[in-house]
């Protein structure tokens, strides 16, 4: 079977780009080796291309003493999955492994992270992401006490709720267009590296 | 009863905000009258401010033949009832309400717009935008042959789809965080405005 | 586009209907100064007219020391836009505004009761009467130690969920004829009376 | 175990009773043998119970052409199985068996009544009142146009979706009281009749 | 209207069959007065019914202190009713009057369990029972907590998950299938045995 | 963080198991170079084991024209992921990636089968599949007339219905006891075997 296209919805020719996408692309392909089908997903709208992008990395380029990047992309791939988003479970849960060094966590997060090796904290604030992503008109004080409970402060919770809420949209452009994924994130992190 | 406050989340000082928050804020507050909150309940993440702003006016503060102004909003109104997000239902039903020049179309959406006064066309758009919202996974070439059925082509089909995602965000950040309505968007649009 | 009909099904003349069936029509018109559209979708079945009315009446033309008149209204919008009813969701929306003088309750009732300027006893209220509405079937003991614990005594807790019962019958009825809202209610309760 | 009371709400004396009532239950006792508990439970409330008996009475003893007394059976055991209420499936389980004199369709019925011994045209009857009963905010004209497709007028239509909507509040009424099936019931119209 | 077939799929000839299968029908044709129809349903697929049987008598056909067949038949009849499974709930419910020497308990957890004349320790097993049906994936330790509280212990808790776990595979055996329940069980256990 | 126990239940010596239980635990140990958890926990229960792997081996270890091996755990994963078993996802997983040669397919459907890589036909069974598994109650003659389009024969949708049953089954005994999963499972299949 012939591979399904990158998007349902048109991919620009690079040479087209506005030069802040292209140099943007051009670099995650120097750094990964391949361009991942969201940024040329996207790029057809290139306001949209930035401000996604933009909010992304608020969100997960960042690294505070309550929140790793690993955990971070816990959250994507535990409200991914739940969201049935193939790309995202997929490209995210290979950064997942990386950020983690461990090679098993991506599968067992995106299968039933209440069965994953993870801690209570970690439990809690994926159950919290969880409910951000699901019911969040139902969010209320005592889930802010119980996260404060388990040691995040109102900065951790509004980047977990943050990090759900924009993978929601996410997932949902993905599903919309189609979106295919790259092969190279299926194996990437559960081998170790050649030096 | 003591108004609850606008967010559950930090309000920062206006003055301590970078200058293009601020002045975007101003303009905003010179336009309409009042600040509306989303803007100060966002502005303590600056970054996120801008991308949210930025996704959110490529979207909506746009016009195409095929996607008024006024069923960009009936798209906000419609999908964050179902998300049952206070903020988005009130305050773009305003918008809706004028954009529009309707007032009762906009409660006639919120409550169920299945019944509302639109059109079929209308009733497809809005079909299509709460399957983006809530089920975005079975998303469907058939989807696309029904809403082109109805003269939608692609870039609008692109339109409703991230509309109701991004709107499906903003309902997440408000309910995560209790975020408060303005009194000011109650009433508008319900009444001729004065000379 | 032209108004849609007062109801999918018959509506019969003023003049055809039994005389009691008549008066309470033209007492409720010279009352409110128009004639809510449930009076004469109803009206082609007159013993069916009769009940719902009496039943109606018997709920919420009663004022106790547990339950106003404004929080049985409350009930009534919060249950009827979970079942997305337009006609009750506006109509008893426009007669909360009046009762309860508030012209914002509604609207924040109608989008996300949880985040209304309600007391916590009003918010108990509410969650009761939306599990009668979606899962009566799980209601038990427990439930009614929480109400008694906010002081509604059992006559309350009967009426609370009564009228949530109730409002679930007319929502479907509502929904079923495609019942037209009155226009005149979009705007009851939100403006100050001329004198 | 000791039996549960009728219901967790007062059951008046009937000597305490207007007169309406105490006659009212007397009738049916004497025809029955026995007082259902849905006569004692609402007793304490006179205008409520005289508008559901009315309410009752004017939907289902009723023979027209279109909907046999049977059939308005099945629509309230059908509803009233999806919404768990044990009253109503035990006691008109036993009146559908006797007014379809067939001792298997009740339980049949109840249990899954896609499944059951029914006529394509039941099975339409029966999906359009499960519609009401779970999703009456999307009844549209393609119910219609599929229920006249099996011979169903206007009038049955009604009928069908006002008996589910109907039993949808005594289902609810029932469980929030916790309201106890009388032992009578079960058996009735399983076994042949004695002369 | 003529019964429906037993069985959407082939029922073979029982002379067809293999010796084991036959002489297990034979037995319990002789034990009942009649063949239970999902032997004839499965026979077509001798090792699907060899393993189904063995399954089904190592859960059903154990009394252990911890857990009566009575109560095995409880778990049964409350996880059929809730998938809607027309033969397990009415042969199953057969078989649990006969074993709780109760004509009532069926019928009663069939409609609404939590309603039924059960102990709170009854009530604990089926609402585990129903969430290993509805929900396993949240299945956690604070559930074997409440059981154990109530004096189950390990091989009780396994026994009640893997009767519900079992019976949702027959459930959708019995759907997929649409196979027809026998006459004979929808009397059995209602009237006294005649001597 | 310390791994999690193969199981919540018992785990029990391989001396002390029945001769039959220890030589198939040997024999898979064997070939696969491991033991998989799913032998260790339900080796406490030999009947409920024995019922376990003839069932599974019926439906699995069967290759028809209509349905090759590969197909049969395509469905294994479709509905295991969807009713979140995690051992059940990645396991199985791994097995379609060897039996399908393709080291994305498992990832894929695991996801969202809806935007696998797979054949209309395919997509079909797939649904049929998710069906059986989330609403069998539902499941009727337009389901079998569909699947006769796509080519499959009477027996394979039973194959198809049965093995989305019995892995219901599974996924429900595996979430109960929090089984673990194989460290082995997690590459297997996703790079070519060295020689």
Redesign the interface.
Known sequence: ?N??PIS???IPDLESLPDDLRERIKAVNEKSGFIPNIFLALAH?P??F???F??H???MEKESPGLSKAEREMIVVAT??R????YC??AH?AILRIRAKN??IA??I???Y??????PRQKAMLDYALK??RA?????EAD?ENLEGHGFD?QDI?DI??I???F??S???V????MR?N?EF??MG??PREK
């Not at 969201?83 to 193939?86: E, I, P």
């Not at 599903?175 to 189609?178: D, E, I, Q, R």
């Open positions: 079977m591979p399904k349902r919805f048109p709208r306001d949209e930035r401000a996604f933009t909010y990395d608020a969100l991914s999955a969201n049935q988003c193939q479970v997929i849960g090679p098993y599968d067992q995106a299968s039933n209440r069965k994953a090796d993870i801690s951000v992503s969040a008109e139902t969010v209320d802010f109102e509004w709720g943050s759900s809420a924009f929601g949209l997932n949902r452009l599903n919309m267009s189609s994924t092969d299926y194996l559960r081998v």
